[in-house]
């Protein structure tokens, strides 16, 4: 009896817990889901967007949080007051380095990257990554392009309207490059098979086609590192799982391709076999026929 009523009193507190932290994401959206919210700094005269978008931030990875997790207890009164101090968290205060993210290594990447040798201290997670509505799309989305898409958008989001148009005039066929692989792919020193943070200048940026195009593809250890190994040997070498049907100098096979070049190639064999037979026992009989 005891215990029943016990579980009782959990299922109710647990319910009490989630219905607050319901009404305080529908407080929290009743503005913030405005697209028009914006804010102004009194110094820069800066002004910066406030819209949350709730469905975007509900596939989030931090969907699980409430508001005030992140953000200061001030915040739980609306209209905030004048005086609400906003807390400046960073990953590494909420994710410890065991976790899967391994983040105090991300961090330590991050501040050897050349956006952290030109912007400093203010350039962090969030410079890239919004916090209320980023998602996990390389060990999550199944479909590689969209995972490409997804994260060069980030790159893009900065450095769209910098970059020269001729940076990457020594790729060919350059379109069908950023359909198949991420910025990060050439432009981020890989580090322990994770995906890297550590940003290095253009100069050093991968720009020889074997990097890429080759049985040791990079991009077995970044982009497609992600790929159970079931799925990868469904068609031999991962012609559809890995590139993506992109080709791929002696990466790229195909089971089917495989076994028919197997079975031609036996095919000849025996055929070289059977012509090097017949053309012996004629030779021969003709040696007979001399004598």
Excluded at 39 to 67: A, G, M, R, W, Y
Excluded at 79 to 101: M, N, S, Y
Excluded at 187 to 197: I, L, N, P, R
Excluded at 269 to 276: A, P
């Amino acid at each position: 009896m005891i215990k029943k009523f016990l579980t009782l009193i959990f299922v109710l507190l647990s319910a009490v817990s989630f219905a607050q932290e319901e009404q305080e994401e529908i407080i929290c959206f009743d503005c913030h889901s405005d697209e028009s919210l914006t804010k102004t700094d009194e110094l820069t005269k800066q002004e910066t967007s406030l819209f949350i978008s709730p469905e975007k931030f509900k596939n989030s990875v931090h969907k699980n949080l409430s508001c005030t997790d992140c953000h200061s207890p001030d915040f739980e009164e609306t209209p905030h007051p004048e005086g609400a101090e906003k807390v400046g968290l960073t990953c590494i205060d909420c994710h410890e380095e065991g976790d899967i993210f391994r983040f105090e290594t991300i961090q330590s990447q991050l501040e050897k990257s050349i956006h952290f040798e030109k912007i400093g201290e203010e350039f962090n997670c969030s410079s890239c990554h919004n916090l209320h509505d980023f998602y996990i799309s390389a060990r999550t989305e199944k479909e590689i392009k969209k995972t490409i898409e997804y994260n060069n958008s980030f790159c893009i989001s900065c450095h769209n309207d910098d970059l020269p148009e001729e940076a990457h005039d020594f790729l060919p066929h350059k379109d069908r490059h950023w359909q198949a692989v991420r910025c990060i792919d050439c432009h981020a020193k890989s580090e322990d098979k994770m995906v890297s943070h550590f940003i290095v200048k253009k100069e050093d940026a991968v720009r020889t086609c074997k990097e890429c195009h080759s049985a040791n593809s990079i991009l077995l250890q970044t982009l497609y590192q992600f790929n159970t190994e079931q799925e990868r040997s469904k068609q031999g070498f991962f012609n559809s799982v890995i590139l993506n049907n992109s080709y791929v100098i002696g990466a790229t096979r195909n089971y089917y391709f495989n076994l028919i070049s197997i079975i031609l190639s036996g095919l000849t064999i025996i055929g070289i076999l059977v012509h090097l037979f017949f053309r012996i026992k004629l030779q021969n009989r003709n040696s007979d026929g001399k004598k």
